[in-house]
């Protein structure tokens, strides 16, 4: 059963902001929303994480509207550095942190 | 501080043999991960600790995967009579406590190759 839904690939430009929107219709009353970036041949790395409303760090910023049914990942300003496969996951069944991957989202930032 | 720390980054072995997979969490962590990814593919969930005990094995993919973390540290995976689909990148991850909104953080990895 698919926890979430994102885009397969987008593609951007430097310079350009960038928003990867996340579709999570069942999400559970205690889930967080939390966003990992992973580049080839390396594990994933947080980026950010959020329950509601908006939460900003020096990375990105994430965007969550009143009835959590869907979470926007915001990557100002893009450099060729930012390509990489981004995956937006909540929490699973469980008295734990245990996070489903998807396929996640595959942006290619072109010069 | 040091990160998640997994060795060996890279391992080819053949058909049947049997591979140990070695996990060093982040010091202090007491929720440890291991996931395992092939080509093209998010991260699939194998198993979880809290502390010495499995706390959840339900990814395991049957009896030839098995794991410990002994003294709540360190943990091993263990791959017995290996075959060319075990062949993925073994992942590792440690939180602070496993609660729901820890940060889980992830090591570099171990190449599995079967041949």
């Known amino acids: 059963l698919a926890k979430t839904t994102q885009p397969i690939s987008m593609d951007s430009y430097e310079g350009q902001e960038v928003n990867i929107t996340c579709s999570h219709n069942n999400i559970a009353t205690n889930d967080y929303i939390t966003w990992y970036q992973q580049f080839p041949s390396q594990g994933p790395r947080f980026i950010i994480q959020?329950?509601?409303t908006k939460v900003t760090n020096e990375v990105a910023s994430l965007f969550i509207p009143a009835d959590r049914k869907s979470s926007t990942l915001s990557l100002p300003r893009v450099s060729l550095s930012d390509t990489a496969v981004y995956y937006c996951?909540?929490?699973?069944?469980?008295?734990?942190?245990?996070?489903?991957f998807g396929a996640g989202t595959r942006l290619a930032v072109h010069p | 501080g040091a990160g998640v720390s997994q060795t060996p980054s890279n391992k080819v072995t053949e058909k049947g043999k049997y591979v140990e997979l070695r996990c060093d969490p982040i010091s202090g962590h007491t929720a440890l991960y291991w996931y395992r990814q092939s080509l093209g593919q998010g991260p699939e969930f194998l198993i979880y600790f809290q502390g010495t005990g499995a706390a959840d094995d339900s990814g395991l993919p049957n009896d030839r995967f098995f794991a410990v973390r002994p003294e709540g540290s360190v943990s091993t995976l263990k791959i017995q009579r290996t075959e060319r689909g075990d062949s993925a990148v073994y992942l590792c991850?440690?939180?602070?406590?496993?609660?729901?909104?820890?940060?889980?953080?992830f090591g570099e990895g171990s190449w599995l190759t079967v041949v």
């Open positions: 959020g329950y509601k």
């Open positions: 991850a440690s939180s602070v406590t496993g609660d729901r909104g820890d940060t889980i953080y």
């Open positions: 996951l909540v929490g699973d069944r469980g008295g734990y942190n245990k996070l489903i």
